[in-house]
């Protein structure tokens, strides 16, 4: 978030106000960047009209991925690489592979998705991203307007918050 | 959230009508089945006199392959198959469906009651708008336990090694050590003990839960929900003895010899996703016909994350104990897996790789997309697959060890399966009438209302 970028924050201080707000504000046509609180609201995200989160296709591919690793690194070391016999099986003894395959799945799907996560939020070490206003990690709902990205003027922008119940209206 | 409907428990009630042309039509499917039935008897009498020269043809290869599995297993496995041929008739396949169905019948009306009881002891909101749904299912077991009592009773030793003429009496020539010392526990009259006072209990257990939610729609109060927490606890504990000990009566103990730790939960858990599926078919079917309006696709979200989770549990269960067999290699066990797989002329290694797939690779891929679990059309395919695969299931745990090379696919199953499939829902719709769709005085009713995930 680039400090080119005018957001106007409305401050809250009950997520039920700030559920309710997110309506009041969709319905006068304000697009809302986002809504930070301290901890999740149930509906919000509908409500804000998000987009649902692809991180589960993300979690497909990525025990794919982990199935195919653990299959291969498995069969090029056991049958092709030094062929084994085990307990009297077969060289490709698929049976006694699926536990590690399942265990590499859920491994290859656990780590991408945390990295993938990290990485589409912005969590990386060392990422200078401040929070817009530092009371949302504590017990304020903020609701954060993109000026740039909205038709309406900064003023009703700042006068429709007030109305939805805002504690205050920062710009920032 | 916003827009949410105001809804009064008051004005809910709803009841689903039997009205006589679903009567009529479920008859005429009945009708259908036992023709299917009686044709496939037919033929199963006339095809003995001239099937000698396939059923020759196939014991030679049963025997081929008999040797190649002792090579493979190096000797020591006992098998009981020529012992079995000296009495086998034709009526023994009608019989061991009869039995197959009756067992896969039960555990969709008791596992009804099982899911109701589980809502109950874990104080579940979410499942109240459909819990009269699995409430209705136990009615069958006063259909299906009569049968497999009379059927043990009267054809047991068709299905059941251990019932043979003389197995446990030392000096006969049938007498088998293996099996004599397992008399303790297989005798017939034990048998019949168990299966009347756990099936007893069952029937006890759901006539006072049922009375006691009836009870509940006419003078609400949350006093019957906590009498209801007590009922659903004690059937609880008391299906969790006797599903795996019903397990090893009804299933295992019909390969003899053989035995498995896992048995119980294995059986379990096909019983169980089955009912899932069994009880999604149900509601799709009242919400098609507009009744249901209140469960919506949350409800139907949290049914089908049961079906894709019990789906897994189920191909976990199965394989663990594929797994543990195959790699300890222990002769008298591998027999099991080896019957399904190369035994009897590879007779049931096509439905053994239908199955995994109908049970665990289907439904795995049909149901893993939220969106998925929220449509109904993905539902009722799911749904679909799975009873019929936990058919099959039920098929390969009973056939092989009762029939051996004798078995098959044909209109006796067929039949079969309709006649036991229409009965069943003969009665649920008869059940379901007799009380309105949504328990109106559950005390988490509201919750259930406003699950939204």
Known sequence: MSSTTNYILGVYDDEDEVLHAVGEVKAKGIKIEDVFTPFPIHGLDVAVGHERTRLPIAAFMFGTLGMICALSLISYTMVFDWPMIIGGKDFFALPNWIPVTFEGTVLFTAFGLVTTFCISNDLWPGNPTLPLDIRTTDDKFVMAINVDKNKVSAADIKKALKDSGAIEVNVK | ?453
Request: aromatic letters at 16%; zero cysteines; charged letters at 15%.
């Open chain 2, 1 to 453: 959230m916003a827009g949410h409907s105001h809804f009064s428990p008051a004005n809910v009630e709803e009841h689903f009508e039997f009205t006589s042309e679903g009567k009529k039509r479920i008859i005429y499917a009945f009708i259908a089945g036992v023709v299917a039935l009686v044709i496939g008897i037919y033929l199963l009498s006339k095809g003995e006199a001239g099937g000698h020269e396939v059923a020759a043809a196939g014991h030679e290869a049963a025997k081929a392959g008999h040797e190649a599995a002792a090579e493979h297993l190096s000797g020591g496995a006992v098998s009981h198959q020529p012992e079995a041929e000296e009495h086998y008739n034709w009526m023994n396949r009608v019989w061991a469906n009869v039995w197959l169905n009756a067992v896969f019948f039960t555990g969709i009306a008791v596992v009804g009651m099982f899911f109701v009881s589980l809502q109950y002891l874990t104080k579940s909101g979410w499942s109240s708008v459909m819990k009269r749904v699995p409430e209705a299912f136990p009615k069958f077991l006063y259909i299906s336990l009569p049968i497999l009592i009379l059927v043990f009773f009267f054809k047991g030793d068709v299905i059941f090694h251990w019932m043979h003429h003389g197995v446990t009496e030392v000096g006969s020539p049938n007498y088998d050590k293996i099996i004599a010392g397992k008399s303790g526990y297989l005798n017939k009259n034990f048998f019949l003990i168990r299966l009347v006072v756990f099936g007893g209990l069952w029937i006890l257990l759901w006539n006072m839960l049922r009375k006691k939610s009836l009870e509940e729609d006419l003078n609400g109060g949350t006093e019957y929900f906590t009498q209801l927490v007590k009922i659903g606890t004690a059937f609880i504990v008391i299906f969790g003895a006797s599903s795996s000990i019903f397990a090893w009566d009804w299933v295992m103990s019909i390969d003899t010899h053989w035995f498995s730790t896992m048995f119980g939960w294995y059986m379990f858990a096909s019983w169980h996703v089955t009912t899932y599926a069994v009880i999604v078919l149900t509601i799709l079917y009242l919400k098609d016909k507009g009744l249901m309006g209140y469960v919506n696709e949350n409800h139907l979200h949290d049914l089908g994350k049961f079906m894709f989770a019990f789906s897994i549990f189920w191909t976990y269960v199965w394989f663990e104990q594929f797994l543990l067999i195959y790699y300890a290699n222990l002769p008298e066990e591998t027999i099991y897996f080896l019957e399904r797989w190369e035994g009897y002329d590879k007779l049931y290694k096509s439905s053994e790789i239908l199955m995994v797939i109908l049970n665990f690779l289907l439904p795995f891929l049909v149901l893993m997309t939220r969106d998925a679990k929220r449509t109904r059309i993905f539902l009722k395919i799911a749904a679909f697959l799975i009873i019929a695969g936990h058919y099959i299931d039920f098929y390969q745990m009973i056939m092989p060890g009762v029939l051996g090379k004798h078995g098959g696919y044909g209109l006796v199953e067929f039949g079969m399966v309709t006649v036991f499939a229409s009965a069943f829902i003969y009665v649920i719709s008869g059940e379901l009438t007799k009380a309105s769709l949504v328990a109106k005085n559950h005390p988490f009713l509201p919750e259930a209302l406003h699950h939204d995930i």
